[in-house]
């Protein structure tokens, strides 16, 4: 609370702080902060399904129950231990409280919304109870248009990001349900142990797969095999010489395979090979790869299939 006002004080006024809360112990501290001579504006407690204080808020009826699993799931809290010592704070003045802290609760789904409003607007990868403190802000402002609001992120994105395993499950579906429909082949999934951690969006990852797999099932003969696998792998970084951990995504299928010459060209914007099975999506491919700071690599040759392996950075 402290770092922030100090960054924002000069330029702004009115600070309100939004904060993840399930046991309410960052709302508490933000709270004694401001008793000890923070100028803190205001204070926004923001509830996944777990809304306790939110109802309490409207209601005047402080109401306990069982918690409900959310995807920002430290905040699945049904009883607030740190409420009480709030209520303290305030002396248990109803109204005093109410004028000092405002409180809204979200769904998962509007959570996962905001995620991706947050990376689509900034590039921020947000974990889901930053999201949630983000939709608390933005509930407050469109009733107070002249305050600053700050949202806390409370938990590492890290945390959340076990998603290439999901990510293949979900183009793994779309084929079944889409492609496999038009144009039947043998899909085979092959994942190895548990996979790293990776820095990554979800949606950007799915486009890539769902992208380099038309193009396996362009390449591949009706009723003919693709497998899409991933394993954790170390690779050597030459700039450092240290060995960095990568989670590998492969494409495989035993179509017609590509010549040298189409190898060289097929990353290029306007280049277009749709007769040999390989198209117009590659170039965005790469752009992804990139974006995640990856790496991609291909095995191919003329009648031996192609094998195009996508290495995504781990988090330590």
Known sequence: FMFAYKQLH???????????????????????????????????????????????????????????QTISNAMDVGDPSNFVRIQEI????????????????????ETRAAMKEIYG??????????????????????????????FLETAHPSKFLDVVEDVIKEVELYYKTDLAVDKPRKLRIQIKGELYSVFANHGSLVKMLKHLLHNAVDATQENGTILISSKNVVLLNKKTG??????????EDHGHGMDTETQHKIFEPFFSTRFAG???????????????????????????????????????
């Open 121 to 150: 607007n900034y590039n921020y990868v947000a974990d889901p109870h930053g999201a949630v403190g983000y939709l608390g802000a933005k509930a407050y402002l469109k009733s107070n248009p002249k305050a600053h609001c700050v």
């Open 278 to 316: 390989r198209g117009m999506s590659l170039p965005q491919v790469l752009k992804t790869i990139k974006k995640h700071n990856g790496q991609i690599r291909i095995k191919t040759g003329v009648g031996k299939g192609s094998i195009f392996k996508v290495y995504l950075p781990a988090l330590d």
């Open 242 to 251: 240290l060995n960095t951990k990568h989670v590998l995504i492969a494409v």
């Open 10 to 68: 000069n330029t702004y006024k009115d600070i309100v702080f939004s904060a993840p809360s399930g046991n309410f112990g960052n709302v508490c501290a933000g709270m004694i902060a401001q008793q000890l001579g923070l100028p803190i504006k205001h204070f926004i407690a923001s509830n996944n399904e777990n809304n306790v204080v939110t109802r309490y808020l409207k209601t005047e009826l402080y109401s306990t129950k069982p918690s409900v």
């Open 90 to 109: 305030y002396k248990n003045d109803f109204k005093l409280l109410k004028d000092n802290l405002s409180s809204y609760s979200f769904s998962d789904e």
